[in-house]
Nanobody, 124 residues
Framework: QVQLVESGGGLVQAGGSLRLSCAAS????????MGWFRQAPGKEREIVTA????????YYADSVKGRFTISRDNAKNTVSLQMASLKPEDTAVYYC?????????????????WGQGTQVTVSS
């Protein structure tokens, strides 16, 4: 089992920044790919970004490219999401997820463990 706890969400004005963190416990964190997803009200959960086990491969959704940055610290069992130039359409609950595989994936079904989510609200 892997337990994930997100933190760092909140309310921010458009153009602002937030940093989300996800702390993992349980199995060997460094063995697995990680992802950040988000779900806005009335919408399906969607991939935001994902990072491979080593950090050598990173995927970003087109909607966040150039604004969001994912990073991981395998020694601390954490993955972070730095969000800049935030827009109202970034408002959602953000989830981190673990995939019991080396490579990144973009579908929710490819991830095995999920955090409880953290709310990000961007006001216009």
């Amino acid at each position: 089992q892997v337990q994930l706890v997100e933190s760092g969400g909140g309310l921010v004005q458009a153009g602002g920044s937030l940093r989300l963190s996800c702390a993992a416990s349980g199995r060997a964190f460094s063995r697995y790919a990680m992802g950040w997803f988000r779900q806005a009200p009335g919408k399906e959960r969607e991939i935001v970004t994902a990072i491979s086990r080593s950090g050598s491969t990173i995927y970003y959704a087109d909607s966040v490219k150039g604004r969001f940055t994912i990073s991981r610290d395998n020694a601390k069992n954490t993955v972070s999401l730095q969000m800049a130039s935030l827009k109202p359409e970034d408002t959602a609950v953000y989830y981190c997820a673990v995939r019991e595989a080396v490579a990144v994936a973009t579908g929710t079904a490819s991830y095995d463990y999920w955090g409880q989510g953290t709310q990000v609200t961007v006001s216009s």
